[in-house]
C-alpha cells in the first residue's frame, strides 16, 4: 500500500462514526440513566397534562449517534414518559441516523403523513420551514417547566426564524480539544495548561514529536461532514461561515481562506499532522492508542475516549487565533403540522417533559451531550458527575463562545459544497483559496432564489 493509500482514509461523516467510536460510552451510562429513570420523583419529571377519558396516541421519530444501546435508553425515557402522563402515548421509532431521519419525515411530509414529532438535526429547521411542514411550538400551550430562559442560549437560537419558537431543543454538542496530559508533560509542557492559540498549537506539537513522545502532534477529522469543524476555524479567524440570513453564506472570504490554509499547513508547512483526508472514525482511536496528542472532536466522544485512553485525558476550548470559536451540533425535537390538534399540544407535553430539567441532565449524563438547560448544571446530579468527570464541563463552557451550525436554504447541498471544499484543499487537489471560491459560486446558484 503506497502513503497516498493509507493517508487517504474512508470517508465517513461525524454522525456515522459515533455508532462505533461512542458505543462503549452509551453502554456504560445506559445502567445509569435507566436508575434514573425509574427511581425519580415523578412530581420532577415535567408537566402532565390529562385530556379526560380516552388515550392520544402519538408517533415518533428519533434518531441516534449509537444504533444500539442509546435506542434503549431512548425507549426507557418514553416508556417514562408514558408512565407519567397516561393520557398520552409515545410509541417511538429509531429511524437510523440524522440523514436517514430526515430523509423519512421528508417523505412522510410529502405524503400528507407525516409522524407527529420527531428528533431532526437543529439545522433542518429551514428545510422544514420550506415545507410548511412544522408548527410552532411557541403558539402552543405551555407547561409548567417550560422557560425559555432556561435552555442554553447557544442552542435555543437556533429553534428561532419569523419571530416564534420551531423547536426545542435536546441532542446537542460541541467540539471540543481533546489532549494527552501525559505526552504533554513529557515533552517538558504543563500538562493543565494546553495550547490557548493556533501558533501555540503547532509550537508545542512540534515539541512532543520531537521529543517522540507521540507520533503526531494534532489529528483533525475532515472526512465526512468536514464543514462542522471547519466552521469552527473559520469563526475563530473572525467570520462565521453563516451569513446574515439563510440565503447567504460567507464562503469566499479572506477569513475562511486564512483559515483553511492554517489546517492544511498543520500537514504540508508544518507537518504535525497525518496528510490527506483524516477520517472522522479513526482520530478518537489515534487519540486514545496515544497515537496523536491533540485531537480535534465532538463532546460525543467523550465518554468513550476516557474508557479507552491509558493516560489521563485533557478537555479545552479549541485553540482561538483572532478569538475563541465554535459551533453547535445535535438535534432538537420538531412537532408536524398536518398532525391533528389534539396530537400537536400532546407533542408539545412530551417535548416539554423530554427537555425538563431532569431529563436533560440524566440525557447528558448517560450519552456524553451537553445539558440543553441551564439548571441541569446546576443539579446534584450534574455536580456529582462533573467532579468525577471534570472535562464535561469545557463544552458546556465554550458555549459562550458558540455560533449555530452552518444553516441555508438547502442545507445539506450547502454543507456539502463546503465539506468537498475542505476535503479539496488537504488532499492537496486544489489550492484553499480556489476551493473556496468555487464552493461560494455552487452555494450561491442555490440560495440567490430565495433572496
Not at 442552542?155 to 505526552?183: C, H, I, M
Not at 408539545?348 to 451537553?370: C, E, H, L, N
Not at 454543507?415 to 492537496?428: E, I, L, N, R
Request: hydrophobic fraction near 40%; charged fraction near 20%.
Amino acid at each position: 500500500m503506497d502513503e497516498k493509500q493509507i493517508n487517504v482514509r474512508t470517508r465517513m461523516s461525524r454522525r456515522q462514526m459515533l455508532r462505533g467510536a461512542g458505543i462503549a460510552g452509551a453502554a456504560l451510562g445506559a445502567a445509569r440513566l435507566a436508575g434514573a429513570v425509574s427511581a425519580a420523583p415523578r412530581a420532577a419529571a415535567g408537566p402532565i397534562f390529562l385530556r379526560g377519558q380516552g388515550t392520544t396516541e402519538l408517533s415518533f421519530f428519533y434518531p441516534v449517534g449509537v444504533a444500539g444501546p442509546l435506542a434503549k435508553l431512548m425507549q426507557g425515557l418514553v416508556d417514562d414518559f408514558n408512565k407519567a402522563n397516561p393520557s398520552i402515548k409515545v410509541n417511538a421509532s429509531f429511524t437510523g441516523s440524522y440523514v436517514d431521519t430526515t430523509t423519512k419525515v421528508q417523505t412522510a411530509v410529502q405524503a400528507k403523513n407525516p409522524p407527529d414529532t420527531a428528533v431532526l438535526l437543529a439545522t433542518d429547521l429551514q428545510t422544514m420551514l420550506d415545507l410548511k411542514a412544522i408548527v410552532p411550538v411557541s403558539d402552543l400551550k405551555a407547561g409548567a417547566t417550560f422557560d425559555p430562559k432556561d435552555y442554553q442560549q447557544a442552542f435555543f437560537q437556533d429553534t428561532q426564524a419569523e419571530g416564534k419558537t420551531w423547536s426545542v431543543p435536546f441532542q446537542r454538542s460541541t467540539p471540543v480539544l481533546y489532549y494527552n496530559k501525559d505526552v504533554l508533560q513529557k515533552a517538558g509542557g504543563n500538562a493543565e495548561q494546553p495550547p490557548q492559540t493556533w501558533t501555540e498549537l503547532v509550537d508545542t506539537s512540534k515539541k512532543i514529536m520531537d521529543a517522540k513522545a507521540a507520533k503526531w502532534g494534532v489529528e483533525f477529522p475532515t472526512s465526512g461532514t468536514a464543514y462542522w469543524l471547519f466552521q469552527c476555524l473559520a469563526i475563530q479567524a473572525g467570520k462565521d461561515l453563516n451569513g446574515e440570513d439563510h440565503t447567504h453564506v460567507n464562503f469566499d472570504t479572506t477569513e475562511a481562506t486564512d483559515a483553511l490554509t492554517w489546517l492544511v499547513d498543520l500537514s504540508k508547512t508544518n507537518k504535525v499532522m497525518p496528510t490527506g483526508v483524516i477520517d472522522w472514525a479513526s482520530v478518537p482511536t489515534d487519540f486514545s492508542s496515544g497515537n496523536t496528542a491533540f485531537a480535534y472532536h465532538s463532546t460525543g466522544s467523550l465518554t468513550a475516549i476516557l474508557k479507552e485512553a491509558k493516560f489521563k485525558v485533557g478537555t479545552a476550548f479549541m485553540p482561538k487565533d483572532k478569538q475563541f470559536g465554535t459551533n453547535t451540533g445535535g438535534g432538537n425535537i420538531y412537532i408536524f403540522k398536518d398532525a391533528p390538534a389534539d396530537h400537536q399540544q400532546a407533542a408539545w407535553t412530551f417535548a416539554q417533559w423530554m427537555t425538563a430539567p431532569a431529563q436533560a441532565t440524566r440525557w447528558a449524563i448517560a450519552t456524553g451531550y451537553v445539558p440543553v438547560r441551564i439548571s441541569s448544571t446546576d443539579s446534584t446530579e450534574w455536580k456529582d458527575y462533573v467532579a468525577k468527570t471534570p472535562q464535561a464541563t469545557t463544552a458546556v463552557d465554550q458555549l459562550k463562545y458558540a455560533k449555530p451550525e452552518l444553516t441555508a436554504h438547502q442545507s445539506a447541498q450547502i454543507q456539502k459544497f463546503m465539506s468537498d471544499a475542505v476535503q479539496a484543499a488537504v488532499a492537496g487537489q486544489k489550492q484553499p483559496a480556489d476551493a473556496l471560491k468555487l464552493a461560494q459560486q455552487q452555494a450561491d446558484a442555490i440560495l440567490k432564489q430565495y433572496r
